[in-house]
């Protein structure tokens, strides 16, 4: 068995802008367990940067520990990467971001990775809006470890030994949104239609950008007791409405016959569209964004979709006031002022 993918692809495979195909944004082959939910969200990275004609060489892939980590070697070959130790990814990424602002920066975690030993690093690149794109595969599982229930696993949840999970779940959503992140999905592996856009939008975002998609373990959470099951997960979704990504510079050409239709324009010039099913759900208001998922839980309903959005956020940077210049392309006359200036500095504090 080999896990290296032939070179050659057909010749007249389709070009985005750049003059790329979607062979430039794969990765190696998978090694995670077929029918893996992780492959799909890996497959709509793919596609959603192709899409966009992304230069891959401008991604920064940023991961954890676990099944989620593993997958950011299946996509963008081509690209920055760095593999940090468990929970760990979002101070990697704050550095990083810190050092180069101009690239667009990709985490990829777990429900472990973020939700037990990451809680806190999650809660504070949350608190500091770094601009990034923050998925989590969440799975109610840890996979590498043979199955044990995680933090995102529901009560009463059985798994696939039959023990039954006592404990309540941490709902990542509910929390990113409580925290401040100033964009906040919530989707389902087997949902590509649905997951696209929200990723395209994602990643136009400004700021920190959360993504919690329901990814399920095929080989230990796929049983009938669990509620990160595949046929769970279908029987029991709730969608907030139908959402479009409309690229910048592009007429609208999508309407829909019933239903209330918002347009939520960003920061440069594109758009989503939002067909909304909740009347009384508004994705500019973090109390109502809450509310519905709340709702949504006591009906035991996993609620997809856009939940909230702040369209103009103050990111890291900004908040900091740093240079407008990647900190990595200052030069040392800038990066050290000297010694008069250090005198004037340490005089300061006297």
Known sequence: MTFFK??????QLPKNKLGYTSA??????????????????????VQACFELDIEPHRVAKMSGIGCSSKTPAYFLSNSHGFNSVHGRMPAVATGANLAN?????IGVSGDGDSASIGMGQFVHVIRKNLNMVYICMNNGVYG??????????????ISKSG??????????????IELGASFV??????????LLPLLKAAIHHPGFAFLNIVSPCVTFNNNLGSTKSYQFVREHAAC????????????????????????IELHDGSALQLRKLEHDWNPE??????????????????????????????????????????LNQLNANVLCPGNQNLQMINAGFR
């Open 101 to 105: 602002k101009d690239l667009l920066y």
């Open 285 to 326: 208001n973090r109390l109502s964004a809450i509310t519905a998922l709340k709702r949504a839980e006591s009906q035991q309903e996993v609620l997809t979709g856009l939940l909230f959005i702040d369209r103009n956020p103050r990111d890291l940077h900004q908040i900091l006031n740093t240079t407008n210049i990647p």
């Open 185 to 194: 999905a919530q989707s389902f592996s087997g949902d590509k239609e649905q």
């Open 6 to 11: 032939p070179s050659f692809r057909h010749p």
């Open 144 to 157: 590498l470890t043979k199955g044990q229930d995680s933090a995102t696993a529901d009560v009463g949840s």
């Open 163 to 176: 023990s039954v999970n006592p404990f309540p779940p941490i709902d990542l959503a509910s929390l990113a």
């Open 240 to 263: 907030t409405g139908q959402t479009d990504y409309v690229p910048m510079m592009e007429p609208i050409s999508k309407s829909y016959a019933e239903g209330e239709l918002a347009m």
């Open 24 to 45: 430039e944004y794969e990765g190696v082959i998978s090694t995670l367990c077929a029918g893996c939910g992780h492959d799909s969200i890996g497959a709509a990275i």
